[in-house]
């Protein structure tokens, strides 16, 4: 292949199109600059006019002169909002097709052109190409954005198809369509996000703006650029492996970068190792670590004794990349496999005579104990499962994007590695891989996208003037003016550190966050700043409610509105059809800088926003939260009431979701007292089914009375008998255990001059009796013996019989009296039912000339 390339665009191409040649000069010098540094570069035709046939002439003319670099097809990837036939966007891209059909016919190179839409551009992750051409004329999706442009390689192009600046500035797109929920309208959705991505491109270096109407450019192509290049290659590694490497030479080989090689012979300390041992390897996108995986599973499982291999992510098309390395690498080993597929045609099983290997969900991997634990994407799997993952595993390697499209944040490397540093139990190697791969370091494209996107933003530097103010909580709640943040280039900082913090904190941000809270009309920003003017709590939160009648009347037969998840799950789970015509306000995400949790801000934040929500008139906050113990103690804490659990685990975060509102107005707290104590009832029943593996601490919170409620057990004179017995140490639990259920059912249920149990005590009554959980689980869990358990559980039955005993024996005379009832009936006789009490106990029921019933 030849190392220089002339950066000529052959003038027949301007044949195929009505362009002007500026645009040949702008092509020949971005493919120049390209080729020379081995980055990639972009050209945005902005315009009404012509934008499509300009995509087409410098993808010809680049396609031409790359096919000759390259020696082989160029791959074209069209990316647009929509290919069906009759759209303005399938006419773009028929023109854009017939300008590179007919050129390459002419000048005769080759190329593999392949169109998606947006909503497909995920079948693009783990692919790449040498041009690509992105259509934004009606649609802005920043997540597709996020997900394509990492896969341009270096010495290619990045070109866009926009609406003129001037009046995409003003636009609403497809995906500004999407925002609107009743009852607001399009007027309401904002523009900032796209003024600030225009603002970007105009910004970054490695950026050509031409505007095909007037055939301009920005900047001008200039006169003496040398568009005879050196063109910069890829250089493979030019190292040993070591002499004592474990594994086969020909796996050091494919490694691409230095990076892939260091962190091969990294793995092979994971493969050495004794005791339970991670590797966590870190890196930007596009660095090599979902191949390098791939090869290195491939290696442990043909050279060492390593048996079962299980592979997770958050779901099976991430680890496409992994798999075609990881078969890659078997046929350089020579070695034979049989593959499986699911119905999407994604990789999830490969069979060799030594070992296999398997794709699970996460949570379903994190039950698995298996010889070899690949995570991939660890970022975007919920902290308790990769700790799961690690307490069943002797040996992980944990891989994860630092800064990405999505699942980004960094609870991994925040939360999890923390916690996994401070444990003695784990070996703990870490590894960074910086060299991209699909081009060279320092591409200034890669860095627009991470600033166009936030992809890097970080939370402020806090120092000590800082940590003082947090400290004495010399903070200000403020509701940010979203226009500063987005639209002038002084706003800029704030929107970083803002952004940064959920970054830090939530393990799943994508693009789309970012525009939702820039343009969403229901969406607000606030933020508690210190005085020193540090941003330290981030709060998200949608207005939701005010629903019109006639909306609440098709809610009832099912219909859901968009963007209105409190009222939505109140409608469908509570019948509360009051409630969506009130006002609420719904917590999409709140989060405060890492490096001061617990400090009280969050809560700080809570409670200033409740004042607001007090001032403005509204009826309600709510939120919906992954349940784990510490965040469910948190927003109870803070006078949230839980209304609902989901009946399923999130597939990926491994948790159930909870809703809590806090109520503001009388009128909401009277439904939602309501709608809690239904949900107690329900949860209590569904612990022993759907809810068997709810974490019981979670459990015992969500059942904390949030206000007074009468719940009066009943048992039969059966069931009374058989409880009586077993406080008596005469039955076994098994025997009372139906009694026993309703009694702790009343514990939890009934508010009102209960008596106090400990901790552990609620957790027995809750694991054992509720979830009805082995002895020996519960033994493991509250980390006692089983006979000691049984005999408390036994005291605690005495003790709840002596609190609950009128009851009790009232609901079993009831029963009675039914039961003499009914013989009466059956018999055709009239008679007289009397019940007989003693010291205000009733004792006996006696139906007069007929029979006695003892009780
Ligand atoms: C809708 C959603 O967004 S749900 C997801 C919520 N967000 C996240 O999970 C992101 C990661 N987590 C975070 O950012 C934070 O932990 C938040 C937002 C959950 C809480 O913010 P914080 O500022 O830490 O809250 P705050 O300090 O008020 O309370 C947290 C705990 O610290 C305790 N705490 C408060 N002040 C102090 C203090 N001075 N010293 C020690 N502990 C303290 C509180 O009692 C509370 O403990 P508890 O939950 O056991 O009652
Ligand atoms: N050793 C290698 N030899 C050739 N190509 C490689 C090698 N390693 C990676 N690649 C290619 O580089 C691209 C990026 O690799 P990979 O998907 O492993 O990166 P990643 O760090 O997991 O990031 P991403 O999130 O972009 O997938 C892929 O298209 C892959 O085919």
Redesign the pocket.
């Known amino acids: 292949m030849p190392d220089k390339a002339e950066v000529f665009f052959d003038e027949g191409v301007l044949d195929f199109a009505d362009v002007d040649e500026i645009v040949l000069d702008v092509g020949e010098e971005a493919l120049a600059e390209a080729l020379a540094h081995r980055h990639r570069r972009m050209i945005v035709f902005q315009g009404d006019e012509g934008k499509a046939e300009a995509a087409g002439v410098v993808t010809a003319g680049a396609a031409d002169v790359l096919f000759d670099v390259r020696d082989r097809p160029i791959s074209v990837l069209y990316v647009t909002d929509s290919l069906k036939e009759d759209t303005y966007a399938r006419e773009r891209y028929e023109e854009f097709r017939r300008v590179l059909e007919g050129f390459a016919e002419e000048a005769n190179f080759e190329y593999e052109l392949e169109a998606l839409t947006f909503s497909g551009s995920k079948r693009a992750?783990?692919?790449?190409w040498d041009l690509m051409v992105i259509d934004l004329s009606y649609d802005l999706d920043p997540d597709a954005i996020g997900r394509l442009v990492?896969?341009v390689r270096g010495g290619g192009l990045v070109i866009f198809q926009t609406p003129p600046f001037d009046r995409w500035r003003n636009m609403w797109t497809a995906f500004h369509k999407s925002l609107v929920t009743p009852p607001y309208t399009l007027d309401h959705v904002g523009k900032r996000f796209n003024r600030r991505f225009i603002r970007k491109l105009k910004e970054h270096d490695g950026v050509w703006i031409v505007d095909t109407d007037e055939w301009t450019a920005e900047p001008e192509p200039s006169e003496d650029v040398d568009l005879e290049v050196e063109v910069k290659r890829r250089e493979r590694p030019d190292l040993d492996p070591p002499d004592d490497a474990v594994l086969p030479e020909e796996l050091y080989r494919?490694?691409?970068?230095e990076d892939?090689f260091r962190a091969l012979i990294r793995f092979e300390e994971l493969l050495e190792s004794n005791g339970k041992t991670a590797l966590i390897l870190t890196?930007?996108?596009?660095?090599?670590?979902?191949?390098?995986?791939g090869?290195a599973v491939a290696g442990a499982g043909v050279t060492t004794d390593v048996y079962d291999v299980v592979v997770t992510a958050s779901e099976p098309e991430n680890v496409a990349?992994?798999f075609?390395?990881l078969l890659e690498a078997l046929r350089e080993l020579g070695v034979e496999y049989d593959v499986e597929r699911d119905d999407k045609g994604n990789i999830v099983y490969v069979e060799t005579d030594d070992f296999v290997v398997e794709y699970e969900r996460p949570s379903e991997a994190s039950e698995i104990e298996c010889d070899l634990m690949v995570v991939?994407?660890a970022a975007s799997i919920h902290v308790p499962i990769l700790e799961r993952i690690l307490d069943n595993n002797d040996k992980v390697v944990y891989?994860s994007?630092i800064h990405?499209y999505e699942g980004a944040g960094r609870g991994f490397s925040v939360r999890f590695l923390q916690n996994v540093r401070k444990r003695r139990d784990v070996r703990l190697i870490e590894f960074k891989?910086h060299e991209p791969?699909?081009y060279d370091s320092d591409d200034p494209i890669e860095r627009w996208l991470f600033d166009t996107l936030l992809l890097d933003a970080e939370p402020a530097d806090l120092d000590k003037e800082d940590l003082e103010c947090v400290k004495e909580m010399r903070v200000e709640f403020e509701k940010p003016d979203l226009r500063y943040w987005f639209e002038d280039p002084e706003g800029e900082e704030e929107l970083r550190q803002f952004i940064g913090i959920y970054v830090m904190a939530h393990y799943r941000n994508r693009p789309s966050d970012v525009m939702v809270l820039a343009d969403a009309p229901h969406h607000e920003a606030y933020a508690l700043k210190t005085e020193t003017g540090k941003i330290v709590t981030a709060l998200q939160v949608a207005r939701e409610g005010t629903i019109p009648r006639d909306v609440i009347t098709k809610m009832r037969r099912g219909y859901r509105p968009p963007g209105n998840v409190i009222p939505d799950l109140m409608v469908q789970h509570h019948d509360a059809l009051d409630f969506p015509r009130m006002k609420g306000l719904r917590i999409v995400r709140i989060a405060t800088h890492p490096d001061i949790m617990r400090h009280g801000l969050g809560s700080r934040a809570l409670k200033e926003l409740a004042k607001i929500a007090k001032k403005k008139d509204y009826d309600w906050i709510g939120t919906g939260f992954g349940a784990n113990e510490e965040l469910t103690r948190f927003w109870l804490r803070n006078g949230f009431v839980p209304v609902h659990i989901s009946p399923n685990r999130n597939p990926v975060s491994g948790e159930y979701s909870v809703a809590v509102i806090r109520p503001i107005s009388e009128e909401a707290e009277e439904i939602i007292n309501r709608a809690n104590f239904e949900f107690r009832i329900k949860l209590a029943d569904w612990l022993g089914e759907t809810h068997r593996d709810l974490e019981p601490e979670v459990a015992r919170l969500l059942f904390e009375p949030m206000s007074s409620l009468r719940y009066r057990p009943t048992l039969t004179e059966g069931q009374l008998r058989r409880l009586k017995k077993y406080a008596d140490m005469v039955h076994t639990y098994e025997i009372a255990a139906d009694a026993v259920r309703e009694l702790a059912k009343a514990y939890f249920l009934d508010t009102e001059d209960r008596p106090e149990l400990s901790e552990e005590e609620e957790l027995l009554l809750i694991t054992k009796c509720l979830q009805r959980w082995k002895w020996a689980d519960v033994a493991d869990v509250l980390g006692e013996e089983v006979p000691d358990l049984m005999r408390s559980l036994r005291d605690l039955v005495g003790l709840l019989y002596e609190e609950y005993k009128e009851d009790l024996q009232r609901s079993a005379a009831v029963e009675g009296i039914r039961k003499a009832v009914e013989r009466l009936a059956d018999k055709g006789l009239t008679g007289t039912v009397i019940v007989e009490v003693e010291e205000g106990e009733p004792k006996e029921v006696i139906i007069r000339r007929e029979e006695r019933l003892e009780l």
């Open positions: 992750l783990g692919t790449t990492e896969t494919m490694c691409a970068t892939q890196a930007d996108r596009g660095r090599g670590k979902s191949a390098l995986l090869i990349v992994l075609e390395f991939d994407e891989s994007t990405g891989m791969i699909r």
